[in-house]
């Protein structure tokens, strides 16, 4: 079981990333997944999240309107549109998984984990 987050990289304010999350050794479709970030200093923090189905988003208020969360469950994928990014979004951002269509924002709920991929936004 296994979550592989890519797509990080250095980029400038305004700029836009995307990152990738796929799911090996379990059905990504049965579970509801997040995005964390964390950045040094600071306690991992929820940015996204989205239903096993795809149908409902959530999202941290410092992101509303800049990233988008969504899903290909034929590719046990999920992904995070980042646009506008801001300095302040540079973190390492990781994704999770938890067999639920709920998708709180309590990182402790959650029972897989990816390796994080590092973001980096210079202004």
């Known amino acids: 079981v296994q979550l592989q987050a890519s797509g990080g990289g250095l980029v400038q304010a305004g700029g836009s990333l995307r990152l990738s999350c796929r799911a090996s050794?379990?059905?990504?479709?049965?579970?509801?997944a997040g995005w964390f970030r964390q950045a040094p200093g600071k306690e991992r923090e929820f940015v996204a999240g989205i239903s096993g189905s795809g149908g409902s988003t959530s999202y941290a208020d410092s992101v509303k309107g800049r990233f988008g969360a969504s899903r290909d469950n034929a590719k046990n994928t999920v992904t995070l549109q980042m646009n506008s990014l801001k300095p302040e979004d540079t973190a390492t951002y990781y994704c999770?998984?938890?067999?639920?269509?709920?998708?709180?924002?309590?990182?402790?709920?959650?029972?897989?984990w990816g390796q994080g991929t590092q973001v980096t936004v210079s202004s």
């Open positions: 050794g379990f059905a990504l479709n049965s579970y509801g």
């Open positions: 999770a998984a938890r067999p639920s269509a709920v998708v709180p924002q309590s990182a402790n709920l959650y029972v897989y």
